[in-house]
């Protein structure tokens, strides 16, 4: 079975701040990481994923994150954020199929001018 | 349209009351998934049809919930006999890709189904 962990339900930053939305995960098997972002009244889109190799894997918006094996994270990162930046974010891992996903709670990145 | 479509946006039903929500997926999307998210929560996996195949339905919570793709297009979700417990959004997702985790999934808004 897997798991994931959002460490922060909520994030205020300032605008161009840096932020990091961090997550965590448990599983006994190599796995696929992903993150979303849900922008209000919106579906889920995705970010970015991490399927094999660089550990650093960059995405849409500025958006970046980084695989740690060894700690089993994956922490989304931004050096600047924007008010537009607000949102629901959420990490999510597969053993396999990308769509059978198990997701963490979110967290709320509000971005204060 | 360019995207996963759902129906209703909104669903009001009392408690015992069956319901049907509907689910259009980008045009030639092989894949569909159907996710609950409760308040709070993140999604969590419901079932996945392969065109009209339901090759997965190991997160349905009871037999009161039923989904079907017959022509491996539109795809339905049916909850008989609601209960307050089922309240939650209801996420339809859909992607190109036979399962395989290099074809992004393309998500609807939702349908937020409240239970009286």
């Known amino acids: 079975a897997q798991s994931v962990t959002q460490l922060d339900s909520q994030v205020p930053v300032f605008e161009e701040a840096p932020v990091e939305l961090r997550c965590n995960y448990s599983?006994?098997?190599?796995?696929?990481l992903f993150w979303y972002v849900q922008y209000p009244n919106q579906g889920l889109q995705l970010l970015l994923k991490y399927l094999s190799g660089s550990t650093l894997v960059k995405g849409i918006n500025g958006f970046e994150a980084e695989f740690n094996k060894s700690q089993t994270s994956f922490h989304l990162r931004k050096p600047s954020v924007h008010i537009s930046d607000t949102a629901e974010y959420f990490c999510?891992?597969?053993?396999?199929?990308?769509?059978?996903?198990?997701f963490g709670d979110g967290t709320t990145l509000t971005v204060k001018p | 349209g360019a995207g996963v479509s759902q129906s209703p946006r909104y669903k009001v039903a009392k408690r015992g009351q069956d319901v049907a929500l509907r689910c259009d997926p980008i045009s030639g999307h092989v894949s569909l998934f159907w996710y609950q998210q409760a308040l709070g929560q993140g999604p969590e996996f419901l079932t996945y049809f392969q065109n009209e195949a339901q090759l997965d339905k190991s997160g349905l919570p009871s037999d009161r919930f039923f989904a079907e793709r017959p022509e491996g297009s539109v795809s339905t979700l049916k909850i008989q006999r609601t209960q307050q417990e089922d309240s939650a959004v209801y996420l339809c997702?859909?992607?190109?890709?036979?399962?395989?985790?290099?074809?992004?999934?393309?998500f609807g808004n939702g349908t937020r189904l409240t239970v009286t």
């Open positions: 999510a891992v597969s053993r396999t199929n990308a769509g059978k996903s198990t």
């Open positions: 997702a859909s992607s190109s890709g036979q399962g395989n985790y290099n074809s992004p999934l393309h």
């Open positions: 599983s006994s098997v190599s796995v696929y």
